[in-house]
């Protein structure tokens, strides 16, 4: 993502200049090795911890006390970090603050700014992401699938556009390094055998109709709608087909989107997720869809992971069940969104704003990095849960009980640097005629279409017995 | 004079806004989540372990993948589909 103040914008121009910058200042290197750092500490970690007994595994991830996030609340807020006097969840929160200050305090010394300077800002910067947490996890909000992104966008807004942001908090409000080191993180989360879940069934719902649905949405958006911005088309597209609010930031890193248009693309996602989660399985009940079938529609076509398996739960189990594993299935194409994205802007979008055509050093440096260090991590985790013993249950103890809640706080850190980042008047800019909201709609009713056609023959026809024997299982 | 007006100016709108954040989620969400259709459908999904705020399938507590699917977790065969 673009910035006038991004840290590694500068840098990416220093090294285009006469004086390179090497390596380990670049802020997408940094980004790949605190997120592989992070990941592997905490696969050893687990690694070294299980205990057999009797030849059974028995299994406790020693950061399970150190990382966490605020619990659900009604009414009283303070409930959500210390219910009937229980603080254990502030401990939880230590783990992800002192991960982020060391990981992230390293990285601004090897880009030569002051640790000092940085720890007082990224604690301030920290907290208000913790608040964004503590207000996405009331209970009404959470229901209606209202993700923390949206408040810690809302918290930062609301700084940046009333008292502004005072230069000492500047040293901490690093977008770029967060999402990055978050999405490296986030690799281990993406294990390629699970692509195949479902089987034929699930690779003809998620893996044919979510690309053909992310082209068409974006040539729709850049050729007919003829969105000023490529990249908020993009953004637009993976968030709408692909998997909301994990793929807008995927993919609006891997094509270098503006932060204005991420946070854009994600308020229209969830916009639309309220109202489909509630309208879908009202739909489908009055169409009278099998529950197979049902829970691959929304599977396939609701943005956001946790209100597919909400909506699917108001159908029944095997709805639930069925649209929650055709949504991971989208979930893990995430690899594969971002890095084909970070290919075609390098080799062909980047290509087409330049006269000169780049040589190959030129599309290398070009390249996201972090995006391999995505890859990678997903690659190692994949071939570690196969091959290791107890490798699925470990890789899953690892991400449950550590990783996932540090990418989770350095997610919503960046949604607060958006935040303090953003303007108003930028965000109005990103409007364009409601152009942004028409491609929205345009693309999720080409996704509602061909994903009910698809699931109820895929589903519902052709392999209704297969998937019925699996349900079975 | 100007710019000392003006920050007051801001400050106003900081408290304006913390107000009416303090305002929503104190009072207005509580009797939202208190109505009947609202209140049934968090009431379900407590009870089923949902976490409908996930943004990722890892975040799903109440699932694991089990024999090619998402499964909930200790679940018995569903007998309709045998």
Known sequence: ?473 | MIRQSSGWIKSIRFIVGVMLLLLIWLGLLPRIGALQPVSRMIDHHEESGIDPSAMFYTELEHLEYRDGMLRKKNQEPFRACE
């Open chain 1, 1 to 473: 993502m673009s910035s006038e103040k991004n840290v590694d914008a500068d840098v990416r121009n220093n090294a285009s200049s006469d004086h390179p910058v090497p390596w380990y200042r670049l802020e997408d290197w940094l980004a790949v090795v605190i997120g592989c750092t992070v990941i592997a500490s905490a696969f050893l970690c687990g690694w070294i911890s299980v205990d057999y007994v009797n030849g059974e595994a028995s299994m406790s991830h020693p950061w399970k006390a150190w990382v966490g996030k605020p619990g659900s609340w009604v009414g009283n807020p303070l409930d959500s970090i210390g219910k009937d006097k229980d603080w254990s969840t502030c401990l939880k929160m230590l783990g992800p603050f002192l991960v982020g200050l060391i990981g992230f305090g390293f990285a601004r010394r090897m880009q030569g700014h002051s640790f000092l300077s940085f720890a007082k800002a990224y604690t301030v910067v920290f907290v208000l992401a913790g608040l964004a947490y503590v207000m996405a996890a009331e209970q009404t909000i959470k229901s209606f699938n209202l993700e923390y992104a949206l408040w810690a966008l809302t918290i930062g807004l609301l700084i940046s556009n009333t008292i502004r942001v005072p230069d000492w908090l500047r040293p901490a409000v690093l977008t770029e390094l967060y999402i990055k080191t978050g999405l490296v993180i986030l690799g281990a989360e993406v294990l390629w055998h699970r692509l195949v879940a479902l089987g034929v069934p699930g690779i003809a719902v998620a893996w044919v109709v979510t690309p053909v649905v992310l082209i068409t949405t974006y040539w729709f958006g850049t050729k007919v709608l003829r969105l000023p911005s490529k990249s908020l088309a993009m953004v637009i597209s993976a968030d709408m087909s692909v998997c909301g609010v994990s793929a807008a930031i995927a993919t609006a890193a891997s094509c270098r989107a503006k932060k204005e248009e991420l946070s854009f693309a994600i308020a229209i996602s969830l916009m639309f997720t309220v109202v489909m989660m509630v309208l879908m399985p009202i739909a489908i009940g009055a169409i009278g869809l099998d529950e197979v079938v049902g829970g691959a529609w929304l599977g396939g076509t609701i943005d956001s992971t946790g209100a597919v398996v909400a909506a699917g739960s108001s159908l029944g189990e095997v709805a639930e069940q069925t649209a929650a594993t055709v949504k991971m299935i989208q979930n893990i194409l995430i690899g594969v969104t971002a890095f084909g994205v970070a290919v075609f802007w390098v080799f062909y979008v980047d290509r087409q704003d330049t006269q000169n055509k780049p040589d190959a050093m030129e599309i290398w440096r070009r390249f996201p990095k972090f995006v391999l260090g995505f890859v990678f991590a997903s690659l190692v985790f994949t071939l570690l849960s196969r091959s290791v013993t107890h490798g699925e249950s470990l890789v899953t103890l690892t991400v449950k009980e550590a990783t996932k809640g540090m990418r989770g706080w350095f997610f919503c850190m960046a949604f607060v640097s958006i935040g303090l980042d953003t303007n108003f008047s930028n965000l109005k800019k990103m409007m364009y005629g409601g152009k942004p909201l028409l491609l929205y709609v345009c693309g999720q009713t080409l996704n509602i279409t061909l994903t009910l056609i698809m699931a109820y023959y895929m589903f519902g026809v052709v392999f209704a017995d297969y998937i019925k024997e699996m349900l079975a299982k």
